[in-house]
């Protein structure tokens, strides 16, 4: 891929929309738009960079294309560090290709998927995970995940992982003046000293990587499922979180034969609710199908919420010594490690004077009522909170938490730092502890992107939109 030519490509999304963005990035950015843009004053000769100007969009004959708006940004201080042109045009389909198309016929070619970002990296306007941050940016899917990508993009994470990356190159420096000198005394480089040194950049990067499962939720979503009995009220309580009715509900026993999914914000956080089908020994292959689908769904959650039919179970339930429910004892079988929050439903007809029953140990109980809203938002916090437990503590809070391949190379650079202390406990030369310094230190420079081979490049870049 050539970085030395000129690059267009549509900024804004496909479809029909009130404006349509065309962007042209490199050495022939100024004079391609030169070529396709007459401003109604003044002349482009005079033309202003970072100010918008209005005027006509011509193609490659001059045939007028728009009544557009322009902005030249010279580089190095513009996105890709390049000199970049942008075309404001009415957001039509047609349009907004057209004027493309004007720009490729006039000697910019079509740029590939996140070209432009990948510019902005090689002409170090942004390091990897800044570049990440752009993407996670367009793509986060709640407020929560917005703060984690801004934060990213702003190079917190970049400037905590590389303070660490130079800690370990001075301990390195430290090391190789032992290997050089070895008849003199070093200061600062006996075993313990040594030791705690390491162990405090290895602490750091614990402290960073408990982020990642939190970072992964925020992104990604939740997926939660809700799961129970038959006519627990799963259907009930998936419409109540909701706001409206998703699920058909009825009371008729086993009324869900498929599971449901549905997106939903729970407080900032991006979850997907898939309602069940409910446990239990089906009458018929079709209902049979559906309780192996959730038992399906069970093994992807990354939280169970077990709906209990208060009304069933009533007083006597609560109080017995061991689970009444087979399918509640079912799914705390099949969620095995997975968080389990416990729903006492229906607590309008029966809250149980012992709570939490006896039989649940270790999970997370609540009381509710889908079917009249009660306690419905208390019930939707403790969700939210129990997927968030464990996520990260200050660096998930800070913003700090790592994406997956970032989380790959922090894992490595720990893992490498654990094997640096065994060869110090087993009293090996200073020549192999350099070396793995240098491989820690390596790993760390590839959240940045310091150290990162092509391919690594690629497939980052390969996941953004053509136009950014």
Not at 80 to 93: L, M, R, S, Y
Request: proline residues 5%.
């Amino acid at each position: 891929m050539s970085t030395n030519d000129t690059i267009a490509a549509i900024a804004t999304p496909p479809g029909s929309g009130g404006v349509g963005i065309v962007r042209i990035s490199g050495p022939e950015a100024k004079q391609t738009l030169a070529r396709m843009f007459l401003p109604l004053s003044p002349k482009f000769e005079n033309f202003r960079p970072w100010f918008l100007h209005r005027g006509r969009v011509v193609d490659w004959n001059g045939e007028n294309l728009d009544d557009v708006l322009a902005v030249f940004m010279p580089g190095p201080r513009s996105f890709t560090g390049e000199d970049v042109a942008e075309i404001h045009c009415h957001g039509g389909p047609f349009i907004v290709q057209s004027v493309l198309e004007a720009a490729l016929r006039l000697g910019a070619r079509q740029a590939q998927q996140g070209e432009f970002s990948r510019r902005a990296f090689i002409n170090g306007r942004m390091d990897l995970s800044q570049a990440e941050a752009v993407a996670e940016l367009i793509a986060a899917p709640s407020r929560e995940a917005l703060r984690y990508g801004l934060n990213r993009l702003d190079g917190l994470l970049a400037r905590r992982t590389e303070t660490l990356r130079r800690e370990l190159e001075d301990l390195r420096m430290q090391v190789c003046v032992a290997v050089d000198f070895p008849e003199d005394e070093v200061e600062g480089m006996d075993a313990p000293t040594f030791s705690a040194a390491v162990e405090k950049v290895a602490s750091a990067l614990r402290h960073l990587l408990q982020g990642s499962r939190r970072a992964r939720v925020m992104q990604q979503g939740a997926v939660v499922v809700l799961a129970g009995a038959v006519n627990a009220g799963k259907s009930s309580l998936m419409n109540a979180l909701l706001g409206r009715n998703r699920a058909l509900v009825t009371d008729i026993p086993g009324t869900t034969r498929d599971f449901l999914e549905e997106a939903c914000d729970l407080g900032g956080l991006p979850v997907r609710l898939t309602d069940t089908a409910g446990l239990r020994k089906a009458a018929e292959s079709i209902e049979e199908m559906g309780v192996e689908r959730s038992r399906q769904k069970l093994a992807e959650a990354d939280a169970v919420v077990l709906v209990l039919d208060g009304g069933v179970l009533g007083e006597a339930g609560a109080a017995a010594a061991t689970c009444p429910d087979p399918a509640a004892r079912e799914v705390l079988e099949l969620a095995g490690a997975t968080p389990v929050l416990v729903v006492w439903n229906k607590c309008d007809l029966c809250t149980p004077s012992v709570f939490p029953p006896r039989w649940i140990q270790g999970q997370t109980c609540c009381t509710t009522s889908a079917f009249s809203d009660t306690q419905v938002e208390d019930m939707a916090e403790s969700l939210r909170a129990l997927l968030l437990a464990g996520g990260g503590g200050a660096a998930a809070e800070e913003g700090l938490a790592p994406n997956a391949r970032q989380s790959m190379a922090l894992e490595a650079a720990l893992a490498e730092l654990a094997a640096l202390r065994e060869d110090v406990d087993a009293g090996r030369s200073y020549d192999c502890c350099a070396v793995r310094l240098d491989v820690a230190a390596a790993h760390l420079a590839e959240v940045t992107g310091l150290s990162s081979p092509a391919e690594v490049l690629d497939r980052v870049f390969s996941q953004f939109c053509i136009g950014k």
